[in-house]
Nanobody, 120 residues
Framework: QVQVVESGGGLVQPGGSLRLSCAAA????????MGWYRQVPGKQRELVATITIGGSTNYADPVKGRFTISRDNAKNTVYLQMNSLTPEDTAVYYC??????????????WGQGTLVTVSS
């Protein structure tokens, strides 16, 4: 089994910053892609950013230039640095990890989500 745990959400004022973390643990042989998604009530979950095992990144247009995704392969952890936050960034943020387990299984694992609220 593989579990991922997000942290770092909370309340921040417009223009502020937050850093989300997501650590994967368990029967991990290799972690492939890692990413962040977000969802607001009544809307579909949407891509925020992804990062490959080699460090190539992809960002959704609304967050380009403001958010930065990074990963620490030694710690099986992915980060999302969020700057210049606006109320439109308010959402539950979910971590997504693609892994191969020690048993050779491919697993796509989602975290339980962390709430980010941008409000004055």
């Amino acid at each position: 089994q593989v579990q991922v745990v997000e942290s770092g959400g909370g309340l921040v004022q417009p223009g502020g910053s937050l850093r989300l973390s997501c650590a994967a643990a368990g029967s991990i042989f290799r972690i492939h892609g890692m990413g962040w998604y977000r969802q607001v009530p009544g809307k579909q979950r949407e891509l925020v950013a992804t990062i490959t095992i080699g460090g190539s990144t992809n960002y959704a247009d609304p967050v380009k230039g403001r958010f930065t995704i990074s990963r620490d392969n030694a710690k099986n952890t992915v980060y999302l640095q969020m700057n210049s936050l606006t109320p439109e960034d308010t959402a539950v943020y979910y971590c997504n990890v693609d892994t191969t387990t020690l048993g050779g299984r491919y697993l796509e694992v989602w975290g339980q989500g962390t709430l980010v609220t941008v409000s004055s």
